[in-house]
């Protein structure tokens, strides 16, 4: 049952008006005017080209763009009526902009709010910022609305440096404690059904503090968590998304705050899962490019290495006695012998969410004591794979995935040793 | 002459066992009061206790770094600090209505101002356990947000903050139990005038490059595009 108090008064006029839907689209903007207009075009386009026989509704939840986002959201959405597309369309489309100031997962509850109450049969949410094209609609929305799948996850052409946060510590811990190779995590662009949608409304996600900035890696976590069958489908490449890229230490609160909290809820799930499932997938499994990225790997390694003693008390409440004194000795090498291996950042990721789960620290302290160890991992990542192909890169990758998987027995003694002493 | 004396001693036994007929049922009243107290202050503690593991408080002081702080410091946990504390307060609170109760001559106005000196003693102990709280965790959020800053000396300015919000916390506590308030008050002003004045001048003679540079980068957005430039690497 939706929660009424998310949904504005502005907002239930305009969802009555509309009626029952079979597709709804989601669109959650704050400041997007140079992409947010070719997003709700290209939208539009592939609801028209794809689905023309279906009741759709573009909503666009705004978290008070300055832009002219919503003007242009709108005026993309509805078209030209002299359109030969829109002319073949046996079905109106409608589109809705709300502002929704309370930040970005505001925005999402609204939209999974607004489709259960529309009643559609598959809900899609798309990133402003991503380089969408009609057919993401087709790829998203088709396995949904068929009833094949509930949830759809992207995967994108991406540089192999770029996103370095999900293929190191967000995809590993996901394929490890979950049991599913989910490339993408935490998609910027993904759908899902009417009765995962259900699920995920009545989710305590929303009343948490990470919810401020996105909640994305719980859909993923819920969906694998309740059973629900998830697919994966190739996008094309993502595009360049501004706000994910501007600081370390929010993105790492918004996905790492997520997901511990989900580890934290869904202990039972993953303590009893064993052995790594495929996901089916549409197009390839991954699509790397290595075009070189300028990156200051001397900054990375002075940071890592100066916050090591400096962090000191903070990390001894946090780590164990071995891991923390095996990160001495990683920057106590030099810039170029420094290796921050995979089983010792598999080890410090998994006691990092146990000190989590036990609150040692503040958890926001916790997860900002990451961030710099985070660098130094970034700073091995880079020196592994200079000069390497594509595919070297994805074998590390694979490597450092059975790495945490392989390290899954050490997170489970310390989190269960830990309930037995609490 | 002899009969006189004996009959005074007899009339001074005589009042020194009235005064003691009177006196033995009041100390036994007080006994009686400082035995209840104890018991009340026991019964006290144990809900206390019991209502502080419900609402986990230990593991909220861990959180914001006064247990490890308690523990440098060889005090017990926190809630056990705290239930101590309820417990002695309560049991010198009936001992003291159990001595008023003696009614010794200038005992009462001693009991009343003490009585009226617990609550304030009571508000200082809060005060500065809270002051401690708030002093670990916002010197740890300094020290945080000064690493991954990449500030210089971060551990030094953590430590400032953790002293500057003790000094005001023990200032605070000094304040309201009334003890050399003049005196805490003046100190505080003085160091914390210092410092700052001692800051504004490091600032201003060692700093002078890094203001230039900074007032450089914030002003010439040339320089700001190559720099982030360089730490072009999104994490998502």
Not at chain 1, 94 to 101: E, G, K, L
Not at chain 2, 188 to 205: D, E, K, P, R, Y
Request: glycine share 6%; with cysteine; proline share 4%.
């Amino acid at each position: 049952m939706a929660d009424e108090n998310i949904l504005s008064d502005d907002l239930l006029r305009q969802l009555i008006s509309v009626g029952e839907v079979d597709i709804v689209v989601g669109l959650a903007t704050h400041n997007n005017a140079k992409t947010a207009g070719h997003v709700a075009q290209m939208i539009r386009a592939g609801l028209l080209q794809y689905f023309p026989r279906q009741r759709a509704v573009v909503l666009n939840v705004d978290a008070g763009s300055r832009d002219g986002t919503r003007e242009l959201v709108q005026a993309a959405a509805i078209g030209d009526v002299r359109d030969p597309m829109a002319a073949q369309s046996l079905r109106t489309m409608r589109c809705i902009s709300v502002r929704q100031p309370d930040g970005r997962s505001r925005g999402l509850q609204a939209i999974v709010e607004s489709g259960e109450l529309l009643r559609a049969r598959a809900c899609a949410i798309l990133s402003p910022e991503s380089s969408v094209t009609p057919d993401w609609i087709d790829r998203l929305l088709r396995p949904i609305y068929s009833g094949d799948f509930d949830f759809i996850s992207p995967i994108y052409r991406r540089n192999a440096f770029d996103g370095i946060l999900i293929t190191n510590l967000l995809y590993p811990v996901i394929r490890a404690l979950y049991s599913q190779k989910l490339r993408e995590p935490h998609p910027s662009d993904f759908s899902f059904s009417g009765k995962f949608g259900t699920h995920l409304a009545g989710l305590d996600l929303w009343r948490r503090e990470f919810g401020a900035v996105g909640s994305e890696i719980c859909f993923t976590a819920a969906a694998i968590a309740g059973g629900f069958r998830i697919q994966q489908t190739f996008l094309g490449p993502r595009g360049h998304v501004e706000h994910q890229s501007a600081d370390l230490v929010p993105a790492m609160q918004e996905t790492l705050g997520a997901l511990f909290w989900s580890l934290d809820q869904d202990f039972a799930v993953w303590s009893n899962g064993d052995g790594t499932k495929a996901v089916p997938t549409i197009g390839p499994d991954y699509e790397l490019t290595v075009e070189p990225v300028r990156v200051n790997r001397k900054r990375l390694f002075q940071m890592f290495s100066s916050a090591v003693p400096n962090l000191e008390p903070v990390l001894r409440s946090i780590l164990t006695p071995e891991t923390h004194e095996e990160l001495r000795r990683c920057v106590g090498a030099r810039e170029e012998t420094c290796h921050f291996s995979d089983e010792l950042w598999a080890k410090t990721v998994y006691e990092f969410a146990a000190s989590n789960h036990r609150n040692v620290i503040s958890r926001n302290h916790i997860i900002q004591a990451l961030a710099p160890l985070y660098r130094g991992r970034v700073h091995t990542f880079l020196a592994q794979n200079r000069g390497a192909s594509e595919n070297q890169v994805e074998e590390t990758i694979e490597k450092l995935c059975k790495t945490f998987e392989m390290l899954k027995p050490h997170l489970l003694e310390l989190w269960t040793k830990q309930e037995g002493g609490s | 002459m002899w009969n006189m004396i004996v009959s005074e001693l007899g009339q001074a036994a005589h009042e020194l066992a009235q005064e003691l007929a009177r006196f033995l049922p009041r100390l036994l009243v007080m006994l009686i009061i400082a035995l209840l107290g104890w018991l009340a202050a026991s019964v006290a503690r144990m809900i206390l206790r019991r209502a502080l593991r419900l609402v986990g408080f230990d593991r909220l002081s861990q959180n914001a770094g006064a247990t490890q702080l308690l523990t440098q410091a060889a005090l017990p946990s926190s809630s056990e600090l705290l239930c101590q504390l309820i417990f002695w307060v309560t049991w010198i609170g009936f001992i003291l209505a159990g001595l008023s109760a003696l009614g010794l001559v200038g005992l009462e106005e001693l009991i009343s101002r003490f009585l009226l000196f617990l609550p304030r003693l009571l508000a200082a102990v809060l005060i500065l356990f809270a002051g401690m709280l708030a002093s670990s965790f916002f010197s740890r959020g300094a020290l945080l947000a000064a690493v991954n800053a990449n500030l210089p000396s971060p551990r030094l300015l953590s430590y400032s903050v953790r002293v500057v919000i003790l000094f005001l916390t023990i200032s605070m506590a000094f304040e309201v139990i009334g003890v050399a308030e003049q005196t805490i008050l003046v100190a505080f002003a003085i160091v914390f005038g210092a410092s700052m004045l001692s800051l504004a001048i490091a600032f201003g003679m060692g700093g002078r490059d890094l203001a230039r540079q900074f007032l450089q980068n914030r002003l010439s957005r040339k320089e700001e595009t190559t720099e982030k430039e360089e730490d072009e690497l999104s994490p998502l």
